[in-house]
């Protein structure tokens, strides 16, 4: 068999992981968009301000606000939660090929 379908179960779990942590932190910036007075340079906020303000500032050059509210982290949510199920959801394609392994 060959390494990369002996990797698949670990692929899977870390892929999983790490989408479903991205798909938080993009949660909790749409929060944030209701609140704009909050700092991003104080307290805990960097740490969900880090992961996402990249791809959130490439998407507002082609995304304007909507009546006022940046809705950049709407977009990225739907991505990754697209990418999730996509990939590693019940029906995904890596989770097809581990069965496919079993």
Known sequence: MPILFKALPAIHF??????AIWSVTFL????MTWYPEVNL?????????LPTEL??????????P?????VTPVIWF?????????????QGLITQLLTLTK
Not at 66 to 70: L, N, Y
């Open 14 to 19: 870390f892929l999983a992981f790490a989408l």
């Open 28 to 31: 909790v910036r749409i929060v």
């Open 41 to 49: 340079q104080k307290g805990f906020w960097p740490l969900v301000a």
């Open 55 to 64: 791809l959130l500032a490439f998407t507002r050059r082609f995304v304007p």
């Open 66 to 70: 909507i009546g006022g509210v940046d």
């Open 78 to 90: 739907g991505l990754i939660s697209l990418s999730r199920e996509l990939l590693v959801g019940q």
